[in-house]
């Protein structure tokens, strides 16, 4: 069986892995592991696990998790930026911290905070952590999120990474049922290069990406 990738939509992928629940096929172009598709829970099911969640924006620990994706981020910013935390969730703590900093940080999430008007705006900065693993289309996601960038803008993605397939199988993080994407970074150079980014890893679960200036 070979399904299709649904980040870059090449037609032929590869079994990579099965356990009690789900299958796991990997990409020959972009090397994106992905769960079938067929067997995906459905949007209701995937808000009642968020539901279940203790996301809150004081909450220490928390704010600490995130600073991962803060600290590469803010030197790339001028003072006052605006930015869109692209998928923050019940409890938006990176966008109050980036707030706090002097950046004002719109939110988006299609549980949380639904306000499409926000996606017609473009931004200094847009973050997306701990999203890019849920999306059952990651392809439309990932245009929709530079297409929300401005010129030089940067965009913080934040994953964990696949390192390789003997590690998968006694991976903690595929055992999350709503993550249903998992990249490596063959699949964020792929996508870099693809898509005229310039790509900096920061620690082992932080990409940051820069927009092209438009000349």
Request: glycine share 4%; proline share 4%.
């Amino acid at each position: 069986m070979s399904e299709p990738c649904p980040l870059c939509l090449h037609s032929k992928s590869t079994f990579y892995s099965e356990d009690k629940r789900r299958a796991y096929y990997q990409c020959e172009l972009c090397q994106l592991v992905f769960v079938a598709r067929n067997q995906l829970i459905s949007l209701e099911q995937e808000k009642q696990i968020y539901d279940s969640h203790e996301n809150d924006v004081n909450d220490t620990g928390y704010q600490k998790f995130l600073s991962r994706a803060l600290a590469p981020l803010l030197p790339e910013l001028a003072e006052a930026s605006q930015g869109l935390d692209f998928g923050c969730g019940p409890g938006p703590a990176l966008a109050k911290m980036l707030t706090e900093k002097g950046h004002a940080t719109a939110l988006y999430d299609i549980f949380y905070y639904p306000n499409t008007e926000v996606l017609n705006c473009q931004y200094d900065f847009v973050t997306c952590t701990e999203v890019i693993e849920h999306l059952a289309k990651p392809n439309e996601v990932w245009a929709q999120l530079l297409n929300l960038l401005k010129p030089n803008g940067v965009l913080v993605v934040m994953t964990k990474l696949v390192i390789d397939q003997a590690r998968f199988k006694n991976w903690h993080y595929k055992n999350d049922i709503t993550h249903i994407n998992f990249f490596s970074r063959a699949t964020f150079d792929y996508l870099a290069q693809h898509h005229g980014l310039s790509l900096t890893y920061h620690g082992d679960d932080v990409m940051l990406f820069k927009q092209s200036a438009i000349v």
